[in-house]
């Protein structure tokens, strides 16, 4: 409460802390400043005329030290013109000292509500930001910290990307790490699959349509690009797109604006463009399925993400991220991981990079029947990668008889009538091999 007024602040201050407030006073604007850098406050009622200070401009210097805060105006002769400014320096509220008594609790109540929701909003934004950021991408092999330190560098500007690399190896993590590691974090963040859609609907998603522009158009609808509005839109898997949408794509990058589907006016946008393929976009060039222009635009700065077969050193590293998130889910823990469990992964040529090693870590947890996640855990074809290093028992025909029954079960997916049958033996039989095998 600031007020240079003893006894009217006094009153304030009394008429609050029996709705169970604590209240801070202050006489000027000097005094309140240093309480106010000092700690921290849900709201703050604060006089027009001050000793040292005008209310109205001082709302401004509050907000720059707690910008959460709102901040009620006092004022005993009221104008429009000091109600205006004071709303666009960013008062909740304006009122007349006396004509507005029985206001101050219920305003001071909705203040509150809008300093708490305000918190939580900034709350969820850092915790999005947390997870997002690059501190959160796995690995400490050299290769990933490379193109981590690149994508850091590149996050602070404005400047168009390519993200290449094979199927599954993080480039949609990475997109999202450089949004949030760049000015633009607080905005949007707008991703979408090019190849999961038709030509036509593609332009539609992206673009946006006019009602009446086509059968179905019921309604005018935004597009991707209006929704990323001065945030970051992710074109995965741009190699997909057509020649005459990627000429959109160009002219969006030239000139910032579009047209949509049935409109003749064209829209303009503020969007950072991240882009991503799997395809050697130079071989598309040559054979006509991708602008070559268009590439240009898009690889300004070009990031190639590493394959998993390239940071055999990180799987461990993925193997304890993954395992406790899916064990927990399962209500299972695991508490070991046998050194051939991970040399087996190791081993492994990856062809579906983090995705599939996630996908075998979270089969690995269901077929667990221990805390210790062994290589009997793991799928037939990456057990027998491990036979030239364990040749005497994993060539002894209990371990082949096991592995065999193993992969017609994972076949059958789990029909063990259906096994039975494909292994031509009765199912008592194969009923007293699975709990033999603990399979």
């Not at 219920?106 to 850092?126: F, H, N």
């Not at 690059?134 to 092999?141: A, K, L, P, Q, Y």
């Not at 081993?347 to 947890?365: C, F, M, V």
């Amino acid at each position: 409460m600031i007020d240079d007024e003893e006894k009217l602040r006094k009153l304030m201050a009394r008429i609050i802390e029996l709705e169970k407030f604590q209240v801070f006073q202050a006489e000027d604007a000097t005094t309140a400043l240093k309480k106010i850098e000092q700690q921290d406050f849900d709201a703050i009622i604060c006089d027009v005329k001050l000793p040292d200070a005008n209310g109205v401009e001082l709302i401004q210097q509050i907000k720059k030290i707690q910008p959460l805060t709102e901040v009620i105006l006092l004022t005993a002769y009221g104008n429009i013109p000091d109600g205006v400014q004071a709303i666009k320096n960013g008062a909740f509220d304006y009122i007349t000292k006396g004509d507005d008594n029985n206001r101050i609790i219920p305003l001071l109540y909705r203040a509150l509500e809008k300093t708490e929701l305000s918190k939580r909003v900034t709350q969820l934004e850092q915790k999005v930001e947390q997870k997002y950021s690059f501190d959160n991408i796995i690995g400490t092999s050299k290769v990933i910290l490379s193109v981590i330190d690149m994508s850091r560098k590149v996050a602070a500007t404005d400047t168009t990307v390519l993200l290449t690399g094979e199927t599954g190896t993080g480039k949609e993590v990475f997109a999202q790490a450089i949004h949030y590691g760049g000015n633009r974090r607080n905005k949007s963040f707008v991703a979408i699959n090019c190849s999961a859609f038709s030509k036509d609907l593609l332009e539609s998603e992206l673009f946006g349509h006019k009602a009446g522009a086509f059968t179905g158009a019921l309604k005018d609808k935004k597009g991707l690009f209006e929704e990323a509005n001065f945030g970051t839109i992710f074109l995965d898997e741009i190699g997909e797109m057509p020649l005459d949408l990627q000429a959109k794509i160009l002219r969006v990058l030239e000139t910032k604006e579009f047209i949509k589907i049935g409109e003749t006016k064209p829209t303009k946008v503020d969007v950072r463009i991240i882009a991503a393929t799997n395809r050697e976009l130079d071989k598309e060039i040559e054979n006509g399925q991708f602008r070559s222009d268009l590439y240009y635009r898009l690889s300004v700065f070009q990031i190639a993400l590493p394959s998993l077969r390239d940071r055999v050193e990180d799987i461990k590293l993925f193997v304890n991220d993954f395992a406790p998130v899916f064990a927990a889910k399962m209500n299972k823990r695991i508490k070991l991981l046998s050194p051939e469990y991970i040399k087996t992964l190791e081993q492994n040529t990856w062809k579906g990079n983090i995705r599939e090693l996630r996908n075998i870590i979270e089969r690995s947890i269901i077929l667990a029947d221990e805390d210790v996640l062994t290589v009997d855990c793991l799928p037939f074809e990456l057990q027998q990668s491990n036979i030239s290093d364990n040749a005497t028992s994993s060539l002894s025909m209990t371990n082949i008889e096991k592995a065999h029954i193993r992969k017609v079960l994972n076949y059958t997916k789990g029909n063990k009538a259906e096994a039975a049958r494909l292994l031509e033996i009765s199912i008592a039989t194969l009923y007293r091999k699975v709990e033999e095998y603990k399979l």
